[in-house]
């Protein structure tokens, strides 16, 4: 069984960074997945934020976060991490990881999702 | 900017028949947006139902069908369930391989 176990809450000033974890099943850090990040803020819509190749590292964004947003890999920990810088209260929301098929665009398997919250 | 959009609510009796739609605002929606369904309850992460405009992930029930209609995206709920009653977002691969979900539609059934 596919697991994605991410960090715990977190709670940030405005203009400050956070980084999530999300560790997953080691067979995932191959060419074979995609680790996807997506946000909903309370109460709001699902937000696609990126992606990245889990193997080779290569990564595509949202241009919605304007450079904000930043996704790596670290295949000898198996986990995935995304890390959003100058936070605004907007930003507050739950945030999931999620694993793909390299090129099936299932994005199958999910987190239980990390709360970001942006309060000064 | 790319907007996708669904209708806000739907209300469909038990055992009754749904159909939810995917639009787009720059044009048609079809099968070279790999349109894909996820069904999300309250407090919970979302699941994946269908990809690749009709198929359907591991486990899904088969009352759940994708397709393309006209130049939307569909979602097609048959024989509706009480435990069907949640939010549903579509997903649209975009040709810079990026993607954006829609605005979710939320389905009540009574």
């Known amino acids: 069984q596919v697991q994605l176990v991410q960090s715990g809450a977190e709670v940030k000033e405005p203009g400050a960074s956070v980084k999530v974890s999300c560790k997953a099943s080691?067979?995932?850090?191959?060419?074979?997945?995609?680790i996807h990040w997506v946000r909903q803020a309370p109460g709001q819509r699902l937000e696609w934020m990126g992606w990245i190749n889990a193997g080779k590292g290569n990564t595509k964004y949202s241009q919605n976060f304007q450079g904000r947003v930043t996704i790596t890999r670290d295949t000898s920990a198996s986990t995935a991490y995304m890390e959003l810088s100058s936070l605004r209260s907007e930003d507050t929301a739950v945030y999931y990881c999620?694993?793909?098929?390299?090129?099936?665009?299932?994005?199958?398997?999910w987190g239980l999702g990390t709360l970001v919250a942006v309060s000064s | 900017q790319t907007v996708v959009t669904q209708e806000p609510s739907f209300s469909v009796s038990p055992g009754g028949t749904v159909t939810l739609t995917c639009g787009l605002n720059?044009?048609?929606?079809?099968?070279?947006?790999?349109p894909s369904w996820y069904q999300q309850t309250p407090g919970q992460a979302p699941r994946s139902l269908i990809y690749n405009t009709n198929t359907r992930s591991s486990g899904v029930p088969d009352r759940f069908s994708g397709s393309i209609l006209g130049n939307k995206a569909a979602l097609t709920i048959t024989g509706a369930q009480a435990d069907d009653e949640s939010d549903y977002y579509c997903l649209l691969y975009m040709d810079s391989a990026t993607y954006v979900f829609g605005t979710g539609t939320k389905v009540t059934v009574l």
């Open positions: 999620a694993r793909e098929v390299w090129g099936t665009k299932d994005i199958h398997y």
């Open positions: 720059s044009g048609s929606v079809s099968t070279t947006y790999y």
């Open positions: 080691e067979d995932t850090f191959t060419n074979y997945y995609a």
